[in-house]
T-cell receptor
Framework: GENVEQHPSTLSVQEGDSAVIKCTYS??????FPWYKQELGKGPQLIID?????GEKKDQRIAVTLNKTAKHFSLHITETQPEDSAVYFC??????????FGIGTKLQVIP | DTGVSQDPRHKITKRGQNVTFRCDPI?????LYWYRQTLGQGPEFLTY????????KSRLLSDRFSAERPKGSFSTLEIQRTEQGDSAMYLC??????????????FGPGTRLTVL
């Protein structure tokens, strides 16, 4: 079945440094890879996504990379700010149905 | 506010009681999803609807759980004879299916259930 492994589970960085979160997946049919940010007491919110026909995507300080051969994808946040502190989830989907989430990475940006 | 809404936001109940949660999706969205999230974990898929049809159910959805979307708009999730293991955040999400292309699911704030 579908499985998404995510690491690290916790990550502390100094403000202004970069943060990298890595995920692997097992389902070859996966073609959509969203990243969600969840703040305390709130539902997850999409921050960026990538489809299987693209290797990299960037949106301001956030970038994602995808290696379909190795079934790896990563989130890169540059110039981190205290408001980036949250739990980040990688996820995968094989279509327009359910999304399978990783376990989450708790990111702390230290001012 | 035109986002996904859920009611109630918090529910405390005693073991053995029945509870029902409601989700109102974004109005033009025809797909609606239910997830469960326990502390320190990612959301886990429970079930989803396209319009009023329930198209997939997870193995996590035991026979004590039932979900409906009678008119293809709002949805309800009922848990009968609650157990302490049902304590979790129940998240609802919605999106619009277009030509089989995967897209963003918009999540509500969740209903936090505590079973005593």
């Amino acid at each position: 079945g579908e499985n998404v492994e995510q690491h690290p589970s916790t990550l502390s960085v100094q403000e202004g440094d970069s943060a990298v979160i890595k995920c692997t997946y097992s389902d070859s049919a996966s073609n959509y890879f969203p990243w969600y940010k969840q703040e305390l007491g709130k539902g997850p919110q999409l921050i960026i996504d990538i489809r299987s026909n693209v290797g990299e995507k960037k949106d301001q300080r956030i970038a994602v990379t995808l290696n379909k051969t190795a079934k790896h994808f990563s989130l890169h946040i540059t110039e981190t700010q205290p408001e980036d502190s949250a739990v980040y989830f990688c996820a995968e989907s094989g279509g327009y149905q359910k999304v399978t989430f990783g376990i989450g990475t708790k990111l702390q940006v230290i001012p | 506010d035109t986002g996904v809404s859920q009611d109630p936001r918090h529910k405390i109940t005693k073991r053995g009681q029945n509870v029902t949660f409601r989700c109102d999706p974004i109005s033009e969205h025809n797909r609606l999803y239910w997830y469960r999230q326990t502390l320190g974990q990612g959301p886990e898929f429970l079930t989803y609807f396209q319009n009023e049809a329930q198209l997939e159910k997870s193995r996590l959805l035991s026979d004590r759980f039932s979900a409906e979307r009678p008119k293809g708009s709002f949805s309800t999730l009922e848990i009968q004879r609650t157990e302490q293991g049902d304590s979790a955040m129940y998240l609802c999400a919605s999106n619009r299916e277009t030509s089989g292309i995967s897209g963003e699911q918009f999540f509500g704030p969740g209903t936090r259930l505590t079973v005593l």
